[in-house]
């Protein structure tokens, strides 16, 4: 098992949609969680952290957490054709700064 | 404030040869991690470095390794280059200290011939 899964997509969705993207992990422990956008030929952008169970939204992005059900997942409201990117979910693991990265859900919103 | 970069941004070696890439954090970011990104493997943690320490290591040869400055500027090496390096090497700073978020460079590109 994996630590972190996310469905790979690509994930399709109309403009001005929600786009509900998913991730779970196996490490009950973790107690850090980030979403990150990455465009096509380019590095990943942190967009959202989480920490604590429950929502946290910023602007048209929310993160939600569960850590008893052990998934995360990033709601995008109002959803662009810019937003159109992979999404890498990750945690922190074993301390410090090593991060465990999903494989990514590929996001595709079309007009 | 300025970004994370990385140097240099693309980089064509031979197989058995070695390279160096170097990383600037974000000012006043002390941590520096180094990540390896491929399309098979996806992003994975090679390691990380705070105050000139490596605190933490990934699943690694020994062939790379890296080092921090007393600026935070931190340097990766990969010796005896293989195929299968071929890669885009990721920098990301964060504080270091009671955070964890990271900022990602642009990467170095690596391909190994």
């Known amino acids: ?111 | 404030k300025a970004g994370v970069t990385q140097t240099p941004r693309y980089l064509i070696k031979t197989r058995g040869q070695q390279v160096t890439l170097s990383c600037s954090p974000i000012s006043g970011h002390r941590s520096v991690s180094w990540y390896q990104q491929t399309p098979g493997q996806g992003l994975q943690f090679l390691f990380e470095y705070f105050s000139e320490t490596q605190r933490n290591k990934g699943n690694f040869p020994g062939r790379f390794s890296g080092r921090q400055f007393s600026n935070s500027r931190s340097e990766m090496n990969v010796s005896t280059l293989e195929l299968g390096d071929s890669a885009l090497y990721l920098c990301a700073s964060s504080v270091g200290a009671g955070t964890y978020e990271q900022y990602f460079g642009p990467g170095t590109r690596l391909t190994v011939t």
């Open chain 1, 1 to 111: 098992q994996k630590e972190v899964e996310q469905n790979s997509g690509p994930l399709s969705v109309p403009e001005g949609a929600i786009a509900s993207l998913n991730c779970t992990y196996s490490d009950r422990g973790s107690q850090s969680f980030f979403w990150y956008r990455q465009y096509s030929g380019k590095s990943p952008e942190l967009i959202m952290f989480i920490y604590s169970n429950g929502d946290k939204e910023d602007g048209r992005f929310t993160a939600q957490l569960n850590k008893a059900s052990q998934y995360v997942s990033l709601l995008i409201r109002d959803s662009q054709p810019s937003d159109s990117a992979t999404y890498l979910c990750a945690l922190v693991s074993g301390g410090y700064n090593k991060l465990i990265f999903g494989a990514g859900t590929r996001l595709a919103v079309h007009p």
